[in-house]
């Protein structure tokens, strides 16, 4: 919650008393008299502070109306808490979401119910082509090939392979993916790390990793935080290698981590963040923020608060780091052109390049539990549809017809997870019996061809 400001406004003719919180629009005013109430027009929430400003267009307001102004801008503990709570919930029920869509810079990639995969644009290199896929609980896209998770731990991809970063068909056992820019991350249950592909930098040299229970991966770098909420870092942050003076061994207590164009973010235990790497445009500018409970990165670097409002520093020239006035914000999303906001109500909110409406566009988005951008913005609504906006070049915002994205439920995986652990051992991915015939393989207990 910010602190409570007085501003005075000066006009020609009178002195004005504003109660104002510098990160919203929601202003009320008091004249001098101290008799009567007013209320700021919307488009005059940036005049605090200009003494060429007259107020004439100031409203006049009841003192109850007023009083419930007043509560939105500064509410009372109890009413802050409420609204956290509130927040709370509607984070857990759209957790599951969140890895059902995933985006590159020119294609889309979504994850449907039965384990099958879909993806649209650009596919030059075969990152769209995964219809073949079955199976896959988890997602992601990296910038020109596309990665999926099966129900047995084993990983799939397509797509540009010219450093292998689709070199995955030996993984086992993992839990959690990830694509960089050029490399791939696999999480295993056993706590260590497994990567592939471009690794000029040393983003893949995770080998000695131990304890591991999440992974972010960047553009030439890969993150990991351990069970004991250190962090261990490789890779390339601007012209500094991790291990330098961009290290992470001093950090303490992380619960998350997000990498961004050249820096890294840690979101620690008490709400407060820590960033290493590269501050040109003061994306690392973290130390003041509170109650953090979500980070996000690229450009810049975005903080979601427990209260539902939204903190973001660093590269801004399009306005994406304009978030002050958000508020109800369950889910972030950035990327170098865009910050996006999901609210509890099911709404988008977005900032950041707008040449062709697309931050506009998704006003008009309702039911959206999950939100991913690049270079286009993509949300999934709650009844597996999925719209998108933004640059469509190659037809990555084609998702019209998309149905069913989602989840599956614990049970499909578990079954998914049986039936390809009994393909690998050469048994029927249906009951597991003994498979015969030469041309066409048919279970001898079922029946069925597979």
């Not at 006049?60 to 009413?79: F, M």
């Not at 001093?250 to 050249?262: E, S």
Request: hydrophobic share 35%; with cysteine; charged share 20%.
């Amino acid at each position: 919650m910010s602190e409570k400001k007085l501003v005075f406004l000066f006009s020609p003719s009178k002195e004005i008393l504003v109660a104002a919180n510098p990160q919203t629009n929601r202003t009320i005013i008091l004249n001098q008299e101290k008799s009567k109430w007013f209320v700021a027009p919307r488009d005059y929430s940036q005049m605090i502070g200009d003494s060429t400003y007259n107020g004439e267009d100031w409203e006049e307001i009841t003192p109850e109306k007023a009083k419930n102004i007043y509560k939105d801008i500064y509410p009372d503990e109890e009413l802050l808490a409420k609204i956290k709570q509130d927040l709370v919930w509607h984070r857990e029920r759209i957790a599951k979401y969140q890895k059902c869509i995933s985006v590159g810079q020119f294609h889309t990639v979504g994850l449907k119910t039965d384990g099958t995969v879909v993806a649209v644009g650009d596919n030059d290199d075969g990152q769209c082509n995964t219809g073949r896929w079955r199976g896959i609980v988890e997602i992601a896209a990296g910038n020109s090939h596309t990665v999926g998770l099966r129900a047995d731990g084993t990983v799939v991809a397509v797509g540009c392979n010219e450093t292998g970063e689709c070199n995955t068909e030996s993984w086992r056992d993992i839990v959690a993916i990830d694509a960089g820019y050029f490399h791939t991350v696999g999480l295993k249950a056993d706590g260590t790390v497994v990567a592939v592909g471009y690794n000029e930098s040393g983003q893949c040299n995770t080998g000695s990793w131990r304890d591991i229970v999440a992974i972010a991966a960047g553009n030439l770098h890969t993150v990991g935080l351990r069970a004991d909420g250190t962090v261990v870092a490789v890779g390339n942050i601007f012209d500094d290698v991790i291990g330098g003076r961009c290290s992470t061994e001093n950090w303490r207590d992380i619960i998350a981590v997000a990498v961004g164009y050249y820096h890294m973010v840690g979101l620690r235990s008490d709400g407060t963040v820590i960033t290493v790497g590269n501050n040109s445009d003061g994306r690392c500018n973290t130390e003041s923020w509170r109650d953090i409970i979500a980070v996000a990165a690229e450009h810049h670097t975005v903080g979601l608060r427990a209260d539902g409002t939204v903190v973001a520093v660093g590269h801004n020239e399009d306005g994406e780091c304009n978030t002050g006035s958000w508020r109800d914000i369950v889910a972030i999303s950035v990327s170098s052109l865009y910050t996006v906001g999901l609210k509890a109500d099911g709404t988008v909110v977005a900032v950041g390049y707008n040449e062709n409406g697309e931050c506009n566009a998704t006003s008009s988005w309702r039911d959206i539990v999950a939100i991913a951008s690049d270079m286009h913005i993509v949300g999934l609504k709650a009844d597996g549809t999925v719209v998108a906006v933004g640059n469509n070049s190659n037809g990555q915002c084609n998702v019209e017809n998309w149905r069913d994205i989602g989840p599956a439920s614990a049970e499909q995986v578990l079954k998914w997870k049986q039936s390809l652990q009994w393909q690998q051992q050469g048994l029927c991915k249906y009951c597991g019996g003994i498979l015969g015939g030469i041309i066409i393989k048919k279970c001898k207990s079922c029946g069925k061809p597979n």
